[in-house]
């Protein structure tokens, strides 16, 4: 029974039983490169409707020329003309016609006074607000004080057999029958890439699992927020890695767009990182972990600082700092094996990283998420103490407790008699938190959610274990449930969304099965749940439920964080006990290297190293264009900090380094041919936020100089 529920990793790995069954399957392609070319507007018909008679208010139709909103910093060349006239309208409220940027159209339906923007000759202005209590994306965002509600955009960019079946279900028989069958992006790649062409199936997913009018939904939906999991390989890959490179950034692009242009706040996170820091399928790799852990940790750690600082320089330009608030940079590393004082040396040196690149103060680049790693977000009271804008990310799930016969109804109290406090105290004691991820199933029924390996499923068909709790379809055929299980499963909902305070429901989507046909896990959905009623249509309703329900109160959302918490003053001066704790990188201690019986006992400096000598690796930005002219606007340069020419980790020639993915127990190459000077960062934010400075307010820095 869960009275209080436990913080449990949402999906547990198996690899005892994984044997790196892929072994030299892979080598991969030389980038494919897939130009990032962002077709914004159909040859739109003479007839193209600006049609204003739907439209609200004042919002309707417009030319455009006023649309300049803070960022004055776009280029239009057009031969030395102006851009031709734009006929469709580029701001509305609800009931007024939308052009897609496949130019066709649809009307916007929004009833809570959210109003959507976008000028095709002004591509960059954040004029959107996803509905009336939102600031809109030129406001500022209160941190603390605004209420964070947001969706996850799950299973798009960094794909899971739960939440996109039809993906992996073509690969589990003849010749993809276990061992070689898809369970995660790397055996997906490789069989989808063996039986046909994977760029073109995984361009058709990121084409159609989510679209344009998923972002319109969503900020109908109430909601403000989306957090979007994203791969490192929309960066790069290294040889031997089979995940599809950068045709995933094209469509984050596309996602940073549909944000803007329906008022909605990004948390981008870091899903998957080299070597796979919690050895799930959704890091990218089922099997070991090799992030601060094992004869590769400190490489994998060295590689993965590089794409921080890649994805850092483009989302703090001026174009994308209001769209792109939040950085979760490294998503459910797994503490317990890889050692709390090992990640935190990790996020202070990636917080240095970051910050020397957007500098210090509010607007000044995105808050920095960390998560809780699953040991309870009171292991992180205190941690990085007067720094600049760090935000606790946790993941509660009930789903993950062992399986139960309680009732649905018994649950409902739970998360605000559980999650509750632990979020009110984390908010006092480290910063702001909300809860990343968390769902409405209380249990692991669900084709792919189950196999969790706590040593139980709900069906009793974990292998060696007998107890049957009973028959997942009474949890997975949604269509069958009665009025009470929808209105016991809403309040479950409404119950968490209220004791978490700031949130993102895990996931906006579940695809369908192709085998049944059906979405197979539907208490994971939420735009199901909107559908049938169980996820509330106004997710204020949610406030005071706790109260109401279990006499539980939660903090008053407008009391607020304490300045240096959200960029004000004294952000920035981290104090000296946690400077000299954990101030030091690359590790001198690693449990692998020190703690397992398998590895010899070694320096941790023995470790292989990559070599800061490489070429810098930038993103492009969005490019415009319109049929009747060459349209550009300044995307930027994709490089926010022009003073940071570090030179990005690459291999040393010469080091005979060892399988980067599955590198626990195996002998450490020769020192002499695999270590490097290494870069030293100063872990001292350079300029803490002084007492006077007001508050910048975010979009008028236009360039770092
Ligand atoms: C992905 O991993 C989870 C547990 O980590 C498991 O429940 C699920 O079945 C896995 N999916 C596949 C296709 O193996
Ligand atoms: C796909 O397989 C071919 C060999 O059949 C290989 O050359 C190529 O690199 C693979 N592509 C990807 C993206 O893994
Ligand atoms: C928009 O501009 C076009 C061409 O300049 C003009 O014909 C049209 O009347 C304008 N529409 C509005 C609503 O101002
Ligand atoms: C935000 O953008 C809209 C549309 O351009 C503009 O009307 C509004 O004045 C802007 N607000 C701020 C605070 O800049
Ligand atoms: C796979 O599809 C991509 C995108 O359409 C194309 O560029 C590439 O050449 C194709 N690869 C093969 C091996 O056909
Ligand atoms: C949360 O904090 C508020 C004060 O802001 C307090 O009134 C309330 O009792 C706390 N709730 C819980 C569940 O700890
Ligand atoms: C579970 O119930 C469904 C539908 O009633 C039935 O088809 C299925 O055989 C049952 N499964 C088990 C393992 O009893
Ligand atoms: C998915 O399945 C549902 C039934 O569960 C069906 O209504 C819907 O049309 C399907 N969607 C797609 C895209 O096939
Ligand atoms: C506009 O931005 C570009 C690159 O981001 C920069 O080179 C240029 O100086 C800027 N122009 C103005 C007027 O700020
Ligand atoms: C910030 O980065 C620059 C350029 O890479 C470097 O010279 C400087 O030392 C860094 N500052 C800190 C505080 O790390
Ligand atoms: C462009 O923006 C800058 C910074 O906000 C401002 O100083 C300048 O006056 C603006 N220029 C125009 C032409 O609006």
Partial sequence: MSEKPIYKPRRKRGWLWFLGILVGVGIVALAVIIPVYFVLIKPHQSTASSDTSGSSGNNGNSNGSGGSGNNNNTTTTNGGQPAPAFSGAITGGSGSTVTRDDGSTFVYTNNFGGTWYFDPRNPFVDGARANEWTPALNESWQWGVDVVRGVNLGGWLVTEPFICPSLYEPYQSGDFAPPYNAVDEWTLSVAMNKSGNVTQIMDEHYRTFITEDDFAAIAAAGLNWVRIPVPYWMIEVYPGEPFVPHLAWSYFLKAIQWARKYGLRINMDLHTIPGSQNGWNHSGKLGPINFLFGVMGIANAQRTLDYLRTLTEFVSQPQYTNVVQYFGIVNEAFVQTIGQPQVEAFYLEAYTLIRNITGVGAGQGPFIGIHDGFIGMQEWAGFLQGSDRIAMDTHPYNAFNDPTTASLASFIPSPCTGWGPELNTSMAQFGFSAAGEWSAAINDCGKWVNGVGLGTRYEGTYPG?????????????????????????????????????????????????????????????????????????????????????????????????????????????????????????????????????????????????????????????????????????????????????????????????????????????????????QVVRAKRSPEPVPEAMPTPPPMVRLAKA
């Fill in 465 to 677: 274990s007998t107890t049957v709790i009973g028959n997942c379809s009474v949890w997975t055929e949604y269509d069958t449930w009665s009025a009470d299980t929808v209105q016991q499963t809403k309040e479950l909902v409404m119950a968490s969304m209220d004791a978490l305070q700031h949130w993102f429901f895990w996931t906006w989507k579940i695809g369908n099965s192709s085998v049944t046909g059906n979405i197979e896990s539907p208490s994971w959905s939420y735009s199901l749940g909107l559908q049938q009623g169980w996820i509330p249509a106004d997710p204020r309703d949610a406030v005071g439920f706790c109260a109401a329900s279990a006499g539980v109160e939660m903090n008053d959302p407008t009391s607020g964080l304490s300045a240096w918490q959200t960029g004000g003053t004294g952000a920035g001066t981290i104090v000296a006990a946690q400077l000299a704790s954990f101030g030091v990188w690359p590790l001198t201690a690693m449990n692998s290297a020190t703690g397992l019986p398998y590895l010899p006992p070694a320096s941790v400096a023995d470790l292989p190293q990559y070599t800061p000598t490489g070429a810098i690796i930038t993103l492009s930005g969005p490019t415009f264009t319109t049929p009747s002219s060459t349209q550009t606007a300044d995307a930027g340069s994709g490089w926010a900090d022009t003073a940071d020419t570090q030179e990005y980790f690459v291999p040393i020639a010469a080091c005979p380094y060892p399988d980067a993915w599955d590198a626990q127990s195996t002998t450490i190459p020769p020192v002499s041919l695999c270590q490097a000077t």
